[in-house]
């Protein structure tokens, strides 16, 4: 059963997701996409690392071109992906340049990604909430994303909000 879950920075979707993808009682894997780029990435992949210690994951580095990841990993597994945010802003912005094409690119690269291995579990993070004006590149960055959210959220058994470590469910169930 695939999972959907989108909230802000820090309100508990990973640890969720953990917990969604544990129960399937299949093999586990975390696709792991943030590419660092700067001390406060580091030290998130460090608690993220921290976090899911003793859980059984096996972790895939994957920052770009998903669906690879697919070929080192049994498609029967569970997988939880963290965060298809981190995957597209790799794919939009490699090396300093901007690929106009990759939310949609994405958008069904992660469709297909769930449709092989349908006991997925993604993580995003919702940013369209307040009121700011940002630049072009920003805006362009946040329309893509809410691209492939909805795409996701299309394609995936249950869709749910994380809001203060609060689950909403917006389509299907909870699956714990």
């Known amino acids: 059963m695939s999972t959907f879950i989108s909230g802000g920075c820090k309100n508990g979707k990973s640890y969720y997701a953990q917990r969604i993808a544990k129960a399937s009682g299949a093999p586990l894997y975390y696709v792991a996409t943030m590419i660092p780029r700067d001390e406060e990435d580091e030290a998130r992949i460090h608690r993220h690392r921290r976090e899911r210690e003793g859980w059984g994951f096996v972790t895939l580095e994957c920052g770009s071109n998903i669906l690879a990841c697919l070929e080192r990993a049994d498609a029967r597994g569970s997988f939880l992906l963290d965060s298809v945010t981190a995957l597209l802003s790799n794919e939009m912005f490699p090396a300093g340049?901007?690929?106009?094409?990759?939310?949609?690119?994405?958008?069904?690269?992660?469709?297909?990604?769930?449709?092989?291995?349908?006991?997925?579990?993604?993580?995003?993070?919702?940013?369209?909430?307040?009121?700011?004006?940002?630049?072009?590149?920003?805006?362009?960055?946040?329309?893509?994303?809410?691209?492939?959210?909805?795409a996701l959220a299309a394609v995936c058994d249950n869709v749910l909000e994380v809001v203060s470590s609060q689950v909403i469910v917006h389509k299907g169930g909870l699956p714990l």
């Open 97 to 150: 340049s901007t690929d106009p094409t990759a939310p949609e690119r994405l958008a069904g690269e992660l469709c297909e990604f769930v449709r092989r291995a349908p006991r997925t579990v993604l993580v995003s993070d919702s940013i369209y909430s307040d009121a700011m004006l940002y630049d072009d590149g920003t805006e362009a960055y946040r329309r893509g994303l809410a691209r492939i959210d909805r």
